[in-house]
T-cell receptor, first 117, second 115 residues
Framework: AQTVTQSQPEMSVQEAETVTLSCTYD???????LFWYKQPPSRQMILVIR??????QNATENRFSVNFQKAAKSFSLKISDSQLGDTAMYFC??????????????FGKGTKLTVNP | ETGVTQTPRHLVMGMTNKKSLKCEQH?????MYWYKQSAKKPLELMFV???????ENNSVPSRFSPECPNSSHLFLHLHTLQPEDSALYLC??????????????FGPGTRLLVL
């Protein structure tokens, strides 16, 4: 079974600075997807960024980028130029890739990020 | 309405009540999901529907009963719940294709309190 571990329950960063959130996962699969979702106080789960395991290039989305280390099974999220609106719970998630079946997202426990003014 | 919507946003019910949660997706997706989010626990997948057919029941108690009348609507019928069922219930949808997996998009959730 796949597991996702987020070792930092809480983090804080000053506005405009950079912060990195850690995520490791355990799987025997070779094809899969990894995601970072953000859940602000409004509770809406919002997709931040997605990485396909077969792609060597790290995904980026504006101020958000990942450091995907497949051999180490590590998938960290870097937030540059942090903004107050980035304050949220951040969840790392794993999805196995297979044909025609149901999709199972396995989530970590989350990291609570606070951006301070 | 765009994206994934859920109603009601908040629900308080007694243990003998019967209520239903509704989810609607406006994204043209063909798979829908129910997740439960409890305090200090990872999100738990409850049910999966692919093309209106239930393909996953993640050992969920029978007091939770899902219904998917079409690919755009998903319900979660609740009856004789327990206080430990109090949680945020999230609906998600995605587009399935052969040998592909698509991103799941989430609704805002229903905050359920069972008294």
């Amino acid at each position: 079974a796949q597991t996702v571990t987020q070792s930092q329950p809480e983090m804080s960063v000053q506005e405009a600075e950079t912060v990195t959130l850690s995520c490791t996962y355990d799987t025997s699969e070779s094809n899969y997807y990894l995601f970072w979702y953000k859940q602000p106080p409004s509770r809406q789960m919002i997709l931040v960024i997605r990485q396909e395991a077969y792609k060597q290039q790290n995904a980026t989305e504006n101020r958000f980028s990942v450091n995907f280390q497949k051999a180490a099974k590590s998938f960290s999220l870097k937030i540059s130029d942090s903004q107050l609106g980035d304050t949220a719970m951040y969840f790392c998630a794993f999805m196995k890739l297979f044909q025609g079946g149901s999709e199972k997202l396995v989530f970590g426990k989350g990291t609570k990020l606070t951006v301070n003014p | 309405e765009t994206g994934v919507t859920q109603t009601p946003r908040h629900l308080v019910m007694g243990m003998t009540n019967k209520k239903s949660l509704k989810c609607e997706q406006h994204l043209g997706h063909n798979a829908m999901y129910w997740y439960k989010q409890s305090a200090k626990k990872p999100l738990e997948l409850m049910f999966v529907y692919n093309f209106k057919e239930q393909t996953e029941n993640n050992s969920v108690p029978s007091r939770f009963s899902p219904e998917c009348p079409n690919s755009s609507h998903l319900f979660l019928h609740l009856h004789t719940l327990q206080p430990e069922d109090s949680a945020l219930y999230l609906c998600a949808s995605s587009r399935l294709g052969l040998a592909t997996q698509e991103t799941q998009y989430f609704g805002p959730g229903t905050r359920l309190l069972v008294l």
